[in-house]
């Protein structure tokens, strides 16, 4: 007879006592659905993390929506031109809250190479106009970089890799990695 | 027989050959150049129109008290064949509008008023097109000075 405790630890079912708000954590964080929008050179990375070779769907989050009102994930890749921003602002309020808003590339996250005395056209950062959740550094950053973004996206949402226990892997410890 | 050879006399019988120069097109981009005025500019471009060819782009550069007006036809040929004319504009005067006759000058003229805030009489939508809607200032002119309140910490959230 098979006792329990004699299950490899990732059989064992997931019964865990835990308040509402970490089992939507658990729940939201394994089913996150970008919006379809980029703003500058980044969204092409942004795209190529959505495609076959990078599939962002391993992590529960590839299927871009077309519409902000299906959408809990606003990735803001690229320059935000002071064109752009009221439009910007008006797409993340039309998102049914809980939404997050990850800030992809140097321009989203600071303006980039955009900021310098006397400029007038491009907004410094993200942050001025949106709360944002994550930061994603790069010029632009790599596919890998935006998944590991997702990834500390949904750390964030159920408070801790280690409590995600839908998550189908587990990252190698820190001096593990390469 | 290339189309250089068979426009340019007939820019030359019409807006006078003193105002066409040859240009080297290996060094500027551009096979001949016209100093127009802006009387003429609506001809010009409806015989260029008929000759097939297209508005590249129009810019300006900004001389002082004058603003030139940069247009760039081209046309596809072999060998490829491409028009600068000149239009100076004293500043504050209203230039007559392409853009009921060529479509492409719409949004060439928006910007050209955009960056230098050079007036189209006869455009259907002069607006800004490339700066927020409540921009006061034209940033390529010479005498433009961005301040702070330029900066980009300064957002205007309000749309139109």
Known sequence: MVTRSALPPELRPPVQMALLDDILGIVRANSLWPMTFGIACCSIEMMAAGASRFDLDRFGAGVFRPSPRQSDVMIVAGTISKKMAPTVVTLYEQMPAPKWVIAMGNCAISGGPFVYDNQYAIVNGTDVILPVDVYVPGCPPRPEALIQGFLELQDKLTRGGKTNLLRRFRRRPRAERP | ?160
């Open chain 2, 1 to 160: 027989m290339s189309f250089l050879e068979d426009i340019r006399p007939v820019l030359a019988q019409r807006f006078g050959s003193e105002n066409l120069s040859d240009q080297e097109r290996a060094r500027c981009g551009y096979d001949l150049r016209l100093a127009l005025d802006q009387e003429r500019l609506l001809e010009l471009a409806g015989l260029l129109k008929e000759a097939v060819c297209y508005l590249e782009y129009i810019t300006a550069v900004d001389q002082g008290q004058v603003l030139d007006l940069l247009y760039f036809f081209g046309r596809h040929d072999q060998p490829p064949f491409r028009l600068q004319v000149r239009v100076a504009m004293p500043k504050g005067v209203a230039v007559p509008s392409l853009a009921n006759l060529i479509r492409a000058a719409d949004w060439q003229e928006r910007e050209v008023y955009d960056m230098f805030g050079q007036r189209f009489a006869g455009h259907p939508d002069l607006r800004r097109i490339l700066l927020p809607d409540d921009a006061d200032f034209h940033p390529l002119l010479r005498d433009f000075k961005p301040g702070p309140q330029h900066g980009g910490e300064v957002v205007n959230l309000e749309r139109k």
